[in-house]
C-alpha cells in the first residue's frame, strides 16, 4: 500500500495568490482528515471527512479556507488568497472508521511558505 | 471539550529508559494514541490504549489510568533515533482526535 500521498511537499507563494493542497487517502479508507502544524500551535484539525462528506469543519481558520473531497480517492485544501500567517505544515490523514481502534495514517505533509 | 497536557522537552541518555507522561480531561473516553514524529516528518502510530493497565510493544509500552485522566509512554534501551516528538492523543467525537502539544525527546550519546 502507497500509504496517503500529498502534493505538493513543499510549495512558496506569495501572499494574496491561491494555494491548492491535494491528498489521495489509503484505498479503503473511509475518514479523511486535514491538519496545520505549526511551532506555536502544535497539530490542528482543519477539517473530516466521513465518506467523503465534511462532519466538521469547526476548525478551518476562516473563509479563505476551503476543502473539497469529490471522490473518495481524493481531496484538495484550498487557501484563497493565501497570508503570511498561513505558513505551516499541513497534513492530510486518513483512516477506516469502525476499523481497528480508528488509528490514523499521515501523509508526508505539505511545507507552505506565504511570503 | 478535550484538554491534553505534555512535558515540552525531555533529554535522555543512549540505552536509558525514559517515560513522557500524558494527561487528559475528557468529556468521553474512547481511548488514548501515541504517535511519534521525526523533525521534519509525519506523525505515525506508536500505541493504543483503552483499558487501564501497561500495553507492551518491544522497547516501547504505553500505560493508563482511566480514572486518573493519564498516560505514560515508557521507552527502554534508548537509541540515537528515538529522539522525537511524541504526541498523545485523544478521540474527541467520532473520529476526531485532539492532539497533545507533544514533548520532544532528545537522546545524548
Known amino acids: 500500500d502507497a500509504g496517503v500521498i500529498q502534493s505538493p511537499r513543499h510549495e512558496v ?7 491548492t493542497l491535494r491528498c489521495k487517502p489509503i484505498s479503503g479508507h473511509n475518514s479523511l482528515f486535514w491538519y496545520r502544524q505549526t511551532m506555536m500551535r502544535g497539530l490542528e484539525l482543519l477539517i473530516y471527512f ?3 462528506v465534511p462532519i ?7 473563509d479563505r479556507f476551503s476543502a473539497k473531497m469529490p471522490n473518495a480517492s481524493f481531496s484538495t485544501l484550498k487557501i484563497q488568497p493565501s497570508e ?3 505558513s505551516a505544515v499541513y497534513f492530510c490523514a486518513s483512516s477506516l472508521a469502525g476499523g481497528r481502534k480508528n488509528i490514523q ?3 508526508a505533509g505539505t511545507r507552505l511558505s506565504v511570503l | 471539550g478535550q484538554n491534553i497536557d505534555q512535558p515540552t522537552e525531555m533529554t535522555a541518555t543512549e540505552g536509558a ?21 521525526h523533525a521534519g516528518e509525519a506523525p505515525t502510530f ?14 516501547f509500552s504505553s500505560f493508563l489510568s482511566r480514572s486518573k485522566g493519564y498516560s505514560y509512554l515508557l521507552l527502554k534501551e534508548l537509541q540515537m533515533k528515538d529522539s522525537a516528538s511524541y504526541l498523545c492523543a ?5 473520529q476526531n482526535f485532539v492532539f497533545g502539544p507533544g514533548t520532544r525527546l532528545s537522546v545524548l550519546p
Do not use: A, H
Open chain 1, 13 to 19: 507563494t506569495e501572499m494574496g495568490q491561491e494555494v
Open chain 1, 50 to 52: 466521513n465518506n467523503n
Open chain 1, 56 to 62: 466538521d469543519d469547526s476548525g478551518m481558520p476562516e
Open chain 1, 84 to 86: 503570511p500567517r498561513d
Open chain 1, 105 to 107: 495514517y499521515f501523509g
Open chain 2, 17 to 37: 529508559i525514559v517515560q513522557i507522561n500524558c494527561t487528559y480531561q475528557t468529556s468521553g473516553f474512547n481511548g488514548l494514541f501515541w504517535y511519534q514524529q
Open chain 2, 46 to 59: 506508536l500505541s493504543y490504549n483503552v483499558l487501564d493497565g501497561l500495553e507492551e510493544k518491544g522497547r
Open chain 2, 90 to 94: 485523544v478521540p474527541n467525537y467520532g
